[in-house]
């Protein structure tokens, strides 16, 4: 099996434009200044020159992929310039068909034209067929069969340049002469922010390149930083004795996918999982330190205020308190914990999907980022990038009878689900746990609190004033002032113990537990009758896509704005 490979970043070069070119090699000529050269100035300026040191580092290849329909002229003309003109082995070819196969055929007008996709289609590794029914399948007459066309043809150019970050136009400015047409894609193109490169009659031009519409380079430094981190040999060999060491490891198993799995999925699930442990560890540390010193600096100002005789110790130990504070922040912003968790975190539990899913031979949906979860991930980010890419890499998958899905049946259940159970039920008695000491702990501390100040107003009726009963000055000074001091300090713990509840989500966590353990018994349950190769396959993605990928969507949407509040 082949070892494991660096992920490279790849450019999305989206095409629309006209079917008739009259001078098709200038296309592919000007499609490769636009590759070679022209790309690059939609980097920002403040980012290009991160970009060039990864570039020239050459430990992130930074290649393309073509998203295409591949009609004649200009969508083959760009697929070609791409494929074939560019001296780069790491390009890619995304098929996206508007049609089922036998109708698009239909709409090339010779056979050398369909030969032409054919040979074009077979370069592609990844095919999508935005409309599988037959158009006569829903529509006899001729009108009705066309405007199907016709929409199918306006969703597909849709496809492309929601699928894109550059799109390249090859487009003699005019209006769209019917629906789907050039034009429309072009202007909707426009409405969704991406640069354009129009190609006419020679003549290269960008549009739409405004401060915000071009590349954005921290995917590439995420994919970089992905690339770094280090493949620990020790965790690969435990990932080993979890997936295939034990009574319930099917004897099915071939060997040739134990050699795929170790050397095409456990280095990046290792790589993804080390990152957010890391990551989230030193997030929380640096959460903790600034609520623990927070409520510590407001217990220095407060030996200022009530001790004036070291007053100087008081304030001069809040502000380095306050220093240490603004360093700490500045440190888990600059560095990233936080994202680089919860991002590492959702690729590494989709990276686990994949490895099972690949065990039993069946392909995992490609991530769908839903409209309702675009403030918390796009179809942009760089796990979805990486994750596409590992399975891109991936050798044909196995394919098992009716004996073998049995016995798969029974791995799934108990090593994944039974797994998952487990995972969840720790959690979910973490969390409580965690959630129950802040609650005892705020409840301690605000009843002392309140026993100060009832404390302090008795002794204020008692003790009217500091100058009297001389016999023990010092005993009311110094009941006054520490009970003025828990009255300050106190709250102060209070207000940090609910910042830290809230920064670690552990009531929400607890209940997310609780609620998957439910769906994870319900599949638990339905998976035993799915035994047969359909079944076990349709029960399989239903456990990827519907509750494993969900719940890591949900979760990320729950930790993706959950910041360090100093205040």
Not at 453 to 461: D, G, I, R, V
Not at 469 to 494: D, K, M, N
Not at 527 to 555: I, N
Request: proline fraction near 5%; aromatic fraction near 10%; glycine fraction near 6%.
């Amino acid at each position: 099996m082949a070892a494991y490979q660096p992920i490279p970043y790849r450019i999305r070069i989206g095409v629309t434009g006209h079917r008739d070119l009259k001078d098709p090699e200038t296309v592919r000529a000007l499609v490769i200044q636009v590759i070679t050269a022209r790309i690059w100035e939609l980097f920002p300026s403040a980012q290009r020159r991160g970009v060039d040191r990864i570039r020239d580092a050459r430990r992130t290849p930074i290649s393309f992929r073509v998203v295409s329909p591949l009609a004649e002229g200009a969508d083959r003309a760009v697929a070609h310039a791409v494929l074939d003109d560019i001296q780069d082995e790491n390009v890619r070819l995304d098929a996206v068909l508007p049609l089922a196969l036998e109708d698009y055929l239909e709409d090339f007008a010779t056979e050398g034209s369909r030969v032409e996709f054919t040979e074009l289609l077979n370069r592609c590794r990844k095919q999508v067929v935005l409309r599988r029914r037959r158009i006569s399948e829903e529509r006899s007459d001729p009108n009705g069969q066309e405007e199907l066309r016709r929409a199918a043809y306006a969703r597909v150019g849709r496809y492309v340049v929601d699928h894109c970050d550059v799109l390249i136009a090859v487009w003699d400015g005019l209006p769209s002469r019917g629906r789907g047409g050039t034009a429309e894609i072009v202007e909707y193109a426009q409405q969704q922010r991406r640069p354009v490169f129009r190609i006419w009659g020679g003549l290269l031009e960008l549009w739409n390149a405004k401060a915000n519409d071009g590349l954005d380079a921290s995917w590439v430094i995420a994919i970089d930083q992905f690339n770094q981190e280090p493949v620990e040999p020790g965790y690969l060999e435990n990932l080993d004795k979890e997936h295939f060491t034990g009574p319930m490891i099917p004897r099915c198993i071939p060997a040739g996918v134990k050699a795929m799995v170790n050397g095409c999925l456990f280095p990046y699930y290792s790589k993804a999982s080390m990152a957010a442990k890391r990551s989230r560890d030193r997030f929380h540390i640096a959460g903790g330190t600034v609520y623990a010193l927070s409520a510590a600096a407001v217990g220095c100002a407060a030996v200022g205020v009530l001790f004036p005789a070291i007053a100087w110790i008081g304030f001069g130990a809040e502000l380095v308190l306050l220093i240490i504070i603004l360093l700490t922040l500045w440190l888990a912003e600059h560095r990233h914990f936080h994202r680089t968790w919860i991002e590492s975190r959702f690729l590494t539990e989709r990276i686990r999907c994949g490895i099972f899913m690949a065990i039993c031979g069946v392909t995992p949906r490609p991530i769908e980022v839903l409209p309702f979860m675009g403030y918390s991930q796009t179809a942009d980010d760089w796990t979805v990038q990486v994750f596409d890419e590992i399975w891109d890499r991936l050798p044909a998958l196995p394919r098992y009878g009716h004996a073998d899905c049995r016995m798969l049946n029974v791995y799934i259940r108990w090593v994944w689900i039974r797994g998952q159970l487990k995972f969840h039920r720790q959690k979910m008695a973490e969390e409580g746990k965690a959630a129950g000491r802040i609650k005892r702990t705020g409840a301690i501390v605000l009843g002392a609190t309140v026993a100060a100040a009832a404390l302090h107003l008795l002794l204020l009726a008692m003790w009217p004033t500091e100058t009297g009963a001389e016999s023990v000055p010092w005993l009311r000074f110094a009941t006054h002032r520490g009970l003025a001091f828990v009255a300050l300090l106190f709250p102060a713990i209070a207000a940090s113990m609910a910042g830290m509840e809230a920064h670690r989500e552990y009531r929400r966590l607890e209940k997310r537990s609780a609620n998957m353990r439910r769906q994870l018994k319900r599949l638990k349950w339905e998976m035993k009758s799915a035994t047969y190769p359909e079944q076990f396959e349709g029960l399989l993605e239903q456990v990827d896509e519907e509750t494993m990928l969900r719940e890591t969507q949900d979760w990320l949407m729950l930790m993706r704005y959950v910041e360090i509040k100093a205040s």
